[in-house]
């Protein structure tokens, strides 16, 4: 599986911006995908993950974030009321199978990440 995310760039806060990640590979839809993100000096954190059946979100960005996927391979992450702790490279990755985990080590495949900042 190959991930290619974009999307990132500089926003002030309270600005929107949508991440993207298209998939090839692999059939699209039975890969369970997620988004994590990381911060200069901090760990990669989860940030949302979907599965056909089911959908998780970090309690730091519930009520902000969506994450959906189309049938064009591609999976979104809309980031609406972005703060300024933010600001991270995002990643997107994915597993074969199985849960909606909340650890880099669940996931099996990674894509280069995008560069997001929010300026206060």
């Known amino acids: 599986v190959q991930l290619q995310a974009s999307g990132g760039g500089l926003v002030q806060a309270g600005g929107s911006l949508r991440l993207s990640c298209a998939a090839s590979?692999?059939?699209?839809?039975?890969?369970?995908m997620g988004w994590f993100r990381q911060a200069p000096g901090k760990e990669r954190e989860f940030v949302a993950g979907?599965?056909?059946?089911?959908t998780r979100y970090a309690d730091s960005v519930k009520g902000r974030f969506t994450i959906s996927r189309d049938n064009k391979n591609t999976l979104y992450l809309q980031a609406n009321s972005l703060k300024p702790e933010d600001t991270a490279v995002y990643y997107c990755?994915?597993?074969?199978?199985?849960?909606?985990?909340?650890?880099?080590?669940?996931?099996?495949?990674w894509g280069q990440g995008t560069l997001v900042t929010v300026s206060s």
């Open positions: 979907q599965s056909w059946s089911s």
């Open positions: 990755a994915a597993v074969n199978s199985g849960r909606v985990g909340i650890s880099r080590g669940e996931y099996s495949y």
């Open positions: 590979g692999r059939t699209f839809s039975s890969l369970v």
